[in-house]
T-cell receptor
Framework: DAGVIQSPRHEVTEMGQEVTLRCKPI?????LFWYRQTMMRGLELLIY????????DSGMPEDRFSAKMPNASFSTLKIQPSEPRDSAVYFC??????????????FGPGTRLTVL | AQTVTQSQPEMSVQEAETVTLSCTYD???????LFWYKQPPSRQMILVIR??????QNATENRFSVNFQKAAKSFSLKISDSQLGDTAMYFC????????????FGKGTKLTVNP
């Protein structure tokens, strides 16, 4: 299995531009998570999906952020318009619900976003 | 809401020695899971070890073990025979059992293993 795939690995853009981050979860997993990592705030959960349906988006910072999961093998996180304070590493993770145990989340390599 | 606190921003240890990383958490839940994740310079998040709160026995994975004190809400990670490849950020994380799948992370401890 290739693991969780994220693209791009690095993104540099200018303030005001639209940014789209992409994620392909591990095949068969039914949960997908988007996290943001910064020095100041650490790792924060932005949103997660179960069977392609958004379950908890309370971590999405503001309306400039949106996430979609049109099918079981693809998700996007979009920032429009982007601002310098959005600069961070964005991780996607996926997991499979198993009876009687915690869902281990498998993380992708992350996308380092820099907004100038 | 659950919170996770890692009080040691940075630690260092000599190769082959033992080091313990601290983690405390706050919750009103009785059933939950705790995790330690490792993030090396490559940035990849890797699960090191996990503990179910209902199990009294401390989890062990090779050179990694935990000291889980439920009453004290403490969950420390011990790394024995430290290796250079253990150099990384270590994050403690909490997951409630049932209901939300929201994983709550601590701010992390940067561990450096010196030769």
């Amino acid at each position: 299995d290739a693991g969780v795939i994220q693209s791009p690995r690095h993104e540099v853009t200018e303030m005001g531009q639209e940014v789209t981050l992409r994620c392909k979860p591990i095949s068969g997993h039914d949960y997908l998570f988007w996290y943001r990592q910064t020095m100041m705030r650490g790792l924060e959960l932005l949103i997660y999906f179960n069977n392609n349906v958004p379950i908890d988006d309370s971590g999405m910072p503001e309306d400039r952020f949106s996430a979609k999961m049109p099918n079981a093998s693809f998700s996007t996180l979009k920032i429009q318009p982007s601002e310098p304070r959005d600069s961070a590493v964005y991780f996607c993770a996926s997991s499979l619900r198993l009876a009687g145990g915690p869902n281990e989340q498998f993380f992708g390599p992350g996308t380092r976003l820099t907004v100038l | 809401a659950q919170t996770v606190t890692q009080s040691q921003p940075e630690m260092s240890v000599q190769e082959a020695e033992t080091v313990t990383l601290s983690c405390t958490y706050d919750t009103s839940e009785s059933n939950y899971y705790l995790f330690w994740y490792k993030q090396p310079p490559s940035r990849q998040m890797i699960l090191v070890i996990r503990q179910e709160a209902y199990k009294q026995q401390n989890a062990t994975e090779n050179r990694f073990s935990v000291n889980f004190q439920k009453a004290a809400k403490s969950f420390s990670l011990k790394i024995s025979d430290s290796q250079l490849g253990d150099t990384a950020m270590y994050f403690c994380a909490f997951l409630t059992q049932g209901g939300s799948e929201k994983l709550v992370f601590g701010k992390g401890t940067k561990l450096t293993v010196n030769p």
